[in-house]
């Protein structure tokens, strides 16, 4: 099979090379091919099945210069320019008592030192900047941050610069990939930026990559211009009481879901609350049809952060994504949630509201919040037939009841002390966590319904419990009770704008 695929391309390979070269293939087929091609064939040509005669020519070019003979004229008629080849390495030699001593030449380089994403002050003396860092060189090394503060016209001035060592966070709990998360703080140790400046991240490898060397990239974080700092602003009040920090959204979004989400949530937070959605590929133009009205109603902001899919961290580089938000936002929300848009957050009504809850947890800086874990396939056999005019969490009333599983829990922070965080919980913070909200907060998990364009509902069924695939669920008709209220709210708001949309 392989073997085969190769084949086919090595023939698309050289048509291509014929097309634009002529007489020339020949030479050059010759010289490639038979010389020193054939070794290469699985990773040279699973990158060029779509190559043209130029990429072929620089594949070769390496081999023809070893073997300089009659080729350099061919190298003369390659038209763009090759990159400068890496400085040559000693030859192998022959040392004392006939031992031969090998060399090793590096080339190139696989992940960067440092993608920046990010920075944010966190007040008058202290800042944080978010991006990604090679994951084995963080595993592996040791890298180091120092930061530095250039006031506006040090140049030009007496003025000198203020530099600080940068504390690393790895908030994503080695979920990283080829890049792993890096939050740096950088407090400096009294105010700086009055008047203007730029912070400068100094991120060294510290032989992390190359023991021999301890390169140095120095990056321009966060520039200041005279007068745009405002001090008061870390002081003040907070503009919203609620601030939803998204993860990244990624797929085939169901808008339908979406719209029942965002519904719901924003009947819960209510007025000071605000949406921060991220799309790493799934707002769609359905999706974004689902949106629009609240982004029209200002409670919802969108950030499209698909650039990021270049750098291959875990899941979308999500914990980046929620470490941004965090410090982009901290001092604009009371509380932040972190949360999913298949989750649905729930305060049993009777007793209480979001802000009495968030109240009597003032304490803490962060709480965790318990999961109820829904099917996303049985519904009632009385919907029969109307399904499709339901909402999903009109529609799925069956909760998972399995015992003895640990189920992840969702959380809530006063921003204005984290230093950085997470998905599931943050670890880097001032102040104290609680997870006893059993009974005044909970989510709802409707897992699997959000990237699903079909109808949920695969089996109906009329009894209060049921077992399915080892799974006891029980009838949990708590969210079905509140979908009325929920439609009337969005009519109210955005009016009837939405009722169109598809699943
Ligand atoms: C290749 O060319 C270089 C300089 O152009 C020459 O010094 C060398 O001897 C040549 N090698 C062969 C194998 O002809
Ligand atoms: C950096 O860390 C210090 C001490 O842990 C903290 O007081 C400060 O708020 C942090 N800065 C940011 C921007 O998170
Ligand atoms: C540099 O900036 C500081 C603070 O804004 C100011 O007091 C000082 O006069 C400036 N110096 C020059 C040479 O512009
Ligand atoms: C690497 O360079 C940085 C910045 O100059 C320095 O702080 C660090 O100590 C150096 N590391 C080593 C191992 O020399
Ligand atoms: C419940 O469903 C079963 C089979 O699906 C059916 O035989 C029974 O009549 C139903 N009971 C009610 C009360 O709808």
Redesign the pocket.
């Known amino acids: 099979m392989a073997k085969e695929r190769e084949k086919k391309m090595f023939v698309g390979f050289a048509w291509n090379c014929a097309a634009e070269l002529k007489f020339l293939i020949t030479a050059l087929l010759f010289v490639c091919s038979v010389a020193t091609v054939l070794q290469f064939l699985p990773s040279r040509f699973s990158l060029s099945s779509s190559s043209t005669s130029s990429d072929f020519l620089r594949s070769c070019l390496p081999k023809i210069t070893l073997s300089n003979s009659s080729t350099t004229t061919i190298a003369t008629a390659a038209p763009p320019p090759l990159p400068p080849p890496p400085t040559p390495s000693p030859p192998d030699e022959v040392v004392e008592n006939g031992i031969i001593k090998r060399n090793f030449n590096p080339h190139g380089d696989a992940a960067y030192n440092f993608v920046l994403m990010s920075a944010y002050r966190g007040g008058l003396n202290t800042f944080a900047v978010m991006g990604l860092s090679s994951k084995p060189l963080h595993v592996f090394g040791k890298p180091s941050y120092q930061c530095e503060w250039v006031p506006h016209n040090a140049t030009t001035s007496t003025t000198t610069t203020t530099t600080t060592v940068g504390h690393k966070i790895l908030p994503d709990w080695g979920y990283g990939r080829v890049y792993t998360t890096v939050v740096i703080n950088c407090t400096f140790p009294s105010p700086v930026g009055h008047g203007g400046g730029k912070l400068l991240l100094h991120a060294s490898t510290n032989g992390g990559g190359d023991r021999n060397s301890n390169t140095t990239d120095t990056i321009e974080a966060l520039f200041e211009s005279p007068g745009s700092l405002n001090p008061s602003l870390f002081a003040s009040p907070p503009k919203y009481d609620y601030l939803y920090c998204g993860s990244s959204l990624y797929g085939d979004l169901s808008p339908q879901r979406i719209r029942e989400w965002l519904a719901y949530h924003v009947r819960l937070f209510g007025e000071r609350s605000h949406f921060v959605i991220h799309d790493a590929g799934g707002a769609h133009p359905e999706v974004m049809e689902v949106l629009k009205p609240w982004m029209e109603k200002g409670f919802v902001t969108l950030h499209d952060i698909r650039e990021q899919e270049r750098f291959d961290g875990y899941y979308h580089n999500q914990f980046l994504i929620v470490n941004d938000c965090l410090h982009r936002y901290r001092f604009d929300a009371k509380w932040m949630f972190f949360f999913d848009v298949d989750e649905f957050i729930f305060v049993p009504r009777k007793r209480s509201s979001i802000k009495s809850v968030t109240d009597s947890l003032s304490g803490y800086t962060q709480f965790t919040i318990e999961q109820m874990t829904m099917s996303s396939k049985l519904c009632l ?2 919907d029969t037939g109307k399904t499709s005019r339901k909402w999903g969490f009109e529609k799925l009333v069956y909760r998972d009841v399995k015992r003895g599983i640990r189920r992840d829990r969702k959380y809530a922070v006063q921003p204005r002390n984290v230093f950085a965080t997470g998905v599931h919980m943050s670890q880097n913070f001032a102040g104290k966590t609680t997870y006893k909200t059993e009974g005044r907060i909970k989510y709802f998990h409707y897992h699997g319904t959000i990237a699903e364009r079909h109808e949920p509902c695969r089996q109906l ?3 209060t419990d049921i077992t399915v695939d080892g799974i006891p669920y029980v009838l949990d008709t708590t969210m079905r009770g509140i979908t009325g209220l929920v439609k009337r709210f969005e009519q109210k708001t955005i009016g009837h704008r939405l009722q169109r949309t598809r699943q």
């Open positions: 056999s009385e069924v009329n009894t």
